[in-house]
């Protein structure tokens, strides 16, 4: 399928031209169904018909690994099993995702999002000096500087990782969301992820997440290990996509940028709507036969839900491809919907009031460092958003006549 965006903002083109409910046909051969409407993107999340498990869905993308045949989710990966075995999961992590205990997280993600500030200061110096915050600076990369590092360390001071481990589990992130990597380094990526796990397991020191759920003593270890390894590949890519996503977003709308401060949380709700980065991995498969609009979905057919494109729908937003942050983006699908909702939701939107708030009141000069459509996107990988984002601040000298 074409993936041209009309900007690096936008759905594809020929996702829009869809239905709201259409047939698909996937790598393996299977005939399925693609969802691009909101209202039936909406049903099938809250469905129960339809089922998340691993064994029973049809891969959309013609990565190399698409052919081989699913399996079941091992014990602990719960964003692939249906209830009750998900409840299950979900009852014992459900606490340390919710309100109160991000609150309690709230100075850790003050201070993260500050000391990438200071980072992305020191960057940008000149000649060597020390930045100057009315001078010009060197292009800095605001992904590496800023969007990476904030999410990926509160997940860390969360589950009770060394900070330090951080950039080895973004890089297996990366290599596990990206549609170009082989079997092998896929499984090698993993094997990372969960070896930092067995590691925190083992210290016994830690107070963080995984050592709490290890002392309700509910788990055993196979369980603890993918549980962990689930919680630390998804727990910050999507949120440092979405932070660099938006002040490339913000960047470019100088009128929108300005209506931030105002109201920082109807903002991030409507950058969500209007930015949804969750390319084609979400993903049900229908036990039974079901009629939803006015198709009949059979048994044993996938459906992939087009979330980005369910946002832009004009029978639910108005004028969907304008940002607007002043507009009430309640109900959006960025974090899906039903049981199987993000669990991460109350995290990630606190992460991105601070964050982008914090971004545009210490750099308010801030700008693009090349043209916007020089910046590079993540078309190949699962968790759409941007390479690289070089943006620069201070004064540009006028330039004087000869």
């Given at each position: ?17 869809r239905a709201p409910l259409s047939r698909l046909a996937y790598p393996d051969g299977h005939l399925g169904w693609v969802a691009t409407g909101y209202s039936v993107t909406r049903a ?227 950058l969500l709507r209007y930015l949804s980065i969750l390319q084609f991995d979400v993903r049900r498969t229908a036990l039974v036969d079901v009629e939803i609009d006015g198709q009949v979905v059979a048994a044993g057919e996938t459906v992939v839900l087009a979330l980005p494109v369910a946002n832009r729908d004009p029978e639910r937003f108005p004028d969907p491809d ?81």
């Amino acid at each position: 399928m074409e993936t041209d965006r009309p900007t690096p903002f936008d759905p594809p083109v020929e996702l829009r031209r869809r239905a709201p409910l259409s047939r698909l046909a996937y790598p393996d051969g299977h005939l399925g169904w693609v969802a691009t409407g909101y209202s039936v993107t909406r049903a099938i999340l809250a469905d129960p018909r339809f089922s998340t498990r691993r064994e029973l869905l049809h891969q959309p993308v013609g990565r190399e690994r698409a052919v081989e045949p699913p399996t079941p989710a091992e014990p602990g990966i719960f964003p692939h099993m249906d209830p009750p075995e998900h409840t299950r999961y979900r009852r014992l992590l459900s606490g340390h995702f919710g309100p109160r205990r991000v609150a309690e997280l709230m100075p850790a993600i003050r201070r993260y999002t500050a000391e990438a500030l200071d980072g992305l200061a020191d960057a940008g110096t000149n000649g060597g000096t020390p930045a100057d915050p009315t001078a010009p600076t060197d292009p800095v990369d605001l992904v590496a500087s800023f969007a990476m590092p904030i999410p990926a360390l509160v997940i860390c001071e969360l589950l009770g990782v060394r900070a330090e481990d951080r950039q080895r589990i973004q890089a297996a992130t990366a290599v596990m969301n990206d549609l170009d990597s082989r079997p092998d380094q896929v499984i090698d990526a993993v094997m990372s992820i969960t070896g930092t796990v067995r590691g925190v397991l083992a210290d016994g020191r830690s107070d963080g997440l995984l050592a709490q759920a290890a002392a309700t003593g509910e788990l055993n270890d196979e369980e603890l290990t993918n549980l962990g390894m689930v919680l630390l590949a998804t727990g910050h890519l999507p949120t440092s996509s979405m932070l660099a996503l938006g002040a490339f977003a913000l960047l470019t709308d100088p009128a929108q940028r300005a209506r931030l401060a105002a109201d920082p949380e109807r903002a991030v709700e409507e950058l969500l709507r209007y930015l949804s980065i969750l390319q084609f991995d979400v993903r049900r498969t229908a036990l039974v036969d079901v009629e939803i609009d006015g198709q009949v979905v059979a048994a044993g057919e996938t459906v992939v839900l087009a979330l980005p494109v369910a946002n832009r729908d004009p029978e639910r937003f108005p004028d969907p491809d304008t940002l607007d942050v002043t507009r009430s983006a309640t109900g959006h699908l960025a974090f899906g919907h039903g049981v199987h909702q993000c669990l991460g939701q109350h995290l990630a939107r606190a992460e991105l009031r601070v964050a982008l708030t914090a971004l545009f009141e210490r750099f308010p000069d801030l700008r693009l460092a090349v043209p916007a459509a020089e910046v590079p996107t993540r078309d190949r990988m699962a968790v759409y958003g941007v390479d690289r984002l070089p943006v620069a601040w201070g004064v540009i000298p006028a330039v004087q006549p000869r």
